[in-house]
């Protein structure tokens, strides 16, 4: 049964930093590429960063320079380091894997997300 299941969340004042962890079981990484979303109330989910098989890495304008990605294919995890946060990084933070090595394929499984809030 795949899996994945995001942790590291939680609440954080403006200038501080989280690291968010999304688990994967049932697959391996290989042939997959693996994105980091996010959904603020109000607005529609975003896709923030990604990374693939290949270690290939996106990063969106609003968080680069600040965000990084990273994976562990040994622990089956992929991290999102997010420094310098600001109140607008307020969100329900998801990940999910795409078939294939491109961040632009349809994701085909999600995990519940975790909720980061930056406090101004």
């Known amino acids: 049964q795949v899996q994945l299941v995001e942790s590291g969340g939680g609440l954080v004042q403006t200038g501080g930093s989280l690291r968010l962890s999304c688990a994967a079981s049932?697959?391996?990484?290989?042939?997959?590429?693996i994105g980091w979303f996010r959904q603020a109330p109000g607005k529609e989910r975003t896709l923030i960063s990604c990374i693939n098989d290949h270690g290939a890495t996106y990063l969106s304008t609003p968080v680069s320079g600040r965000f990084t990605i990273s994976g562990d294919n040994a622990k089956s995890t992929v991290y999102l380091q997010m420094n310098s946060l600001k109140p607008e990084d307020t969100a329900v933070y998801l990940c999910?894997?795409?078939?294939?090595?491109?961040?632009?394929?349809?994701?085909?499984?999600w995990g519940r997300g975790t909720q980061v809030t930056v406090s101004s």
């Open positions: 049932g697959f391996t990484f290989e042939g997959y590429a």
């Open positions: 999910a894997a795409a078939r294939g090595s491109y961040c632009e394929n349809e994701y085909d499984y």
